[in-house]
T-cell receptor
Framework: EDQVTQSPEALRLQEGESSSLNCSYT??????LFWYRQDPGKGPEFLFT???AGEEKEKERLKATLTKKESFLHITAPKPEDSATYLC???????????FGAGTTVTVRA | DADVTQTPRNRITKTGKRIMLECSQT?????MYWYRQDPGLGLRLIYY???????NKGEISDGYSVSRQAQAKFSLSLESAIPNQTALYFC??????????FGDGTRLSIL
């Protein structure tokens, strides 16, 4: 059974204070690892897909990296508008379903 | 207009009632999914459909049923609602190897 564990559960940052979120996973052959952002009252919004160890993707202040056992979402010099819950999900080879972690809620104070 | 529309956005009902949640999409995707989200548990898959004639159970399908009325419409039913089905429900769509796109959810409370 695929498993995804995200840490920490919650993260409070000062504006400009860079940090990283962790997503540890076990899957029988990785097809892809996905990062989503979720704002209160909204559905998850797609950020990145990573397919193989060593791959990196960037978007504005966010950078996602992947190893064979975990992924990191780095937030560089965050702003209050980066406050959200960040979800990680994995997709196994030969499958189209996603297995989600419980998420990390990030709060950035001005 | 949203690409993936869920109705209603909020619903409060009583134990034992039949409830239908609806999802429609304008993205032209062939695959549609229903998830529930509970605090601390993340999103869990209830049912998924890869085309109109294809319906599959997810990890938590007991107590739920679905109908794919057309490529663009996928509804979720709770035949006899119970309080532990209180949750946020999300519909998602995808095609090929592309990421899933989500609606804004239905907040369901069962008293």
């Amino acid at each position: 059974e695929d498993q995804v564990t995200q840490s920490p559960e919650a993260l409070r940052l000062q504006e400009g204070e860079s940090s990283s979120l962790n997503c540890s996973y076990t899957v029988s052959g990785l097809r892809g690892l996905f990062w989503y952002r979720q704002d209160p009252g909204k559905g998850p919004e797609f950020l990145f897909t990573l397919y193989s160890a060593g791959e990196e993707k960037e978007k504005e202040r966010l950078k996602a990296t992947l190893t064979k056992k975990e992924s990191f979402l780095h937030i560089t010099a965050p702003k209050p508008e980066d406050s959200a819950t960040y979800l990680c999900a994995v997709q196994a080879s030969g499958d189209y379903k996603l297995s989600f972690g419980a998420g990390t809620t990030v709060t950035v104070r001005a | 207009d949203a690409d993936v529309t869920q109705t209603p956005r909020n619903r409060i009902t009583k134990t034992g009632k039949r409830i239908m949640l609806e999802c429609s999409q304008t993205k032209g995707h062939d695959r549609m999914y229903w998830y529930r989200q509970d605090p601390g548990l993340g999103l869990r898959l209830i049912y998924y459909s890869f085309d109109v004639k294809d319906i599959n159970k997810g990890e938590i399908s007991d107590g739920y049923s679905v109908s794919r009325q057309a490529q663009a419409k996928f509804s979720l039913s709770l035949e006899s609602a119970i309080p532990n089905q209180t949750a946020l429900y999300f519909c998602a769509t995808s095609t090929g190897g592309q990421p899933q796109h989500f609606g804004d959810g239905t907040r369901l409370s069962i008293l």
